[in-house]
């Protein structure tokens, strides 16, 4: 049994070093936990003020053209990966990527890893960006609206 805990030590401490990395460039961190399958809540926001309502279903994030940010998924990525939509209902940025166009453009710096994503919202995606979701789910279900602030 001891043997048991140790492990589940260990990897608890290796998803919040891989978080901690993450979030080290990062301008704003937005801690998402999902409501079973239902919904998305945002737990914690480091970095900016406005970005959500804590602890509210699927509530809208509003994002600011030009900051980097690190969604932590509390949710995992085994059960609830998170993604960004766009406008025309594409994967715009996918926990689980596939060298989508932003996830490959050097300026979104996109990384996606067990703990979330990170990325910048350059002006190009956040003309782009609709919503964010969970991908193991189908549309409305984990999913709301991304609104964009300019600086």
Known sequence: MKLTQLKQGVIALLFLIL?????QNADVTVTMQNVDSSAWVVKRVEGAAGVAKLDTEN???TLIVGKRYH???LGTLQIHPFAVRGKNGDSLLNQHPQDRPFETDPNV???ADDAGITFTLTPKLAAQVGTYYCTAHPAPLMEAPLKIRKP
């Open 19 to 23: 978080s901690v990395a993450s979030a």
């Open 59 to 61: 509530t809208p994030l």
């Open 71 to 73: 969604f932590v998924n």
């Open 109 to 111: 710096n996109f990384v």
